[in-house]
């Protein structure tokens, strides 16, 4: 049932959007709950290893503990940048249990549903089975694209903590609400699937929304330059 779903929706909206809604319907799925901090990941050559480095900023006026609203905040990305890795871990686990080599195409961070905790959201892509497997729910599609238009998410360039500043400088306070809708999205800008407004530099690409006066703007953050882009922006 769900195969020809997704070959109906392809043949309306084309590729690049096809690849997105496929993602984002693997993504809302569901969710699943975390496990307690583990060493950093250590995965097979299909997924890039995530930087030693943790990024770590001091915030005093960030909410104690993270998600404490239920909602992720920016304030909360700081502790993203500390533990990332620990996430991003589990879910690399239950997708090359699905398939060994399975890689990561995009990663989403939320907060989990009545708990102070995050929950992270992994797209993965199987060459061999040719499907895309969200990690939080098991649910796996089979998708008829090329495999070498599917980018892989370069984990070792990874860099929540640099999101944080660029955010700060814009004048986003740490209290401003991120949408749950999408969360903090991070993802490959590429020519075989690009992601974000015209002009966005091709490279890491973090999203998110950020809700002000009952409106939620859309912000696209390039690891370029660690410069923000917006559909709204006059470029």
């Not at 990561?104 to 992994?122: K, S």
């Not at 797209?123 to 990690?135: E, H, T």
């Not at 998110?208 to 330059?225: C, H, K, P, Q, S």
Request: glycine share 6%.
């Amino acid at each position: 049932m769900i195969a020809p779903m997704i070959d109906s929706v392809r043949r309306i909206v084309g590729r690049p959007a096809f690849l997105a809604a496929l993602a984002c319907w693997l993504l809302l799925v569901g969710c699943s709950g975390l496990a307690a901090p583990e060493p950093p990941p250590t995965v097979s050559p299909a997924s890039p290893t995530p930087s030693a480095v943790a990024d770590r900023i001091a915030h005093p006026t960030a909410p104690a503990g993270h998600c404490a609203t239920g909602r992720l905040l920016v304030g909360d990305i700081p502790t993203i940048a500390a533990t990332w890795t620990v996430g991003v871990q589990d879910a690399i686990e239950r997708a090359q249990t699905w398939r060994s080599d399975a890689r990561l195409v995009i990663l989403q961070i939320g907060c989990l549903p009545l708990e102070a905790d995050f929950r992270w959201e992994g797209i993965f892509y199987s060459d061999s089975a040719q499907a895309f497997f969200a990690s939080d729910t098991g649910v796996s599609s089979p998708a008829e694209v090329d495999p070498v238009t599917v980018p892989t998410l370069p984990l070792d360039r990874v860099s929540f903590g640099e999101v944080h500043r660029s955010l700060a400088r814009a004048g986003y306070p740490d209290s401003a609400q991120i949408s749950p809708t999408s969360g903090l999205t991070v993802r490959l800008n590429s020519p075989t699937d690009p992601f974000g407004p015209p002009g966005i530099p091709q490279d890491i690409v973090y999203h998110v929304a950020i809700e002000e006066l009952g409106e939620a703007r859309d912000l696209f953050i390039t690891a370029a330059n660690w410069t923000i882009y917006s559909y709204q922006d006059p470029r």
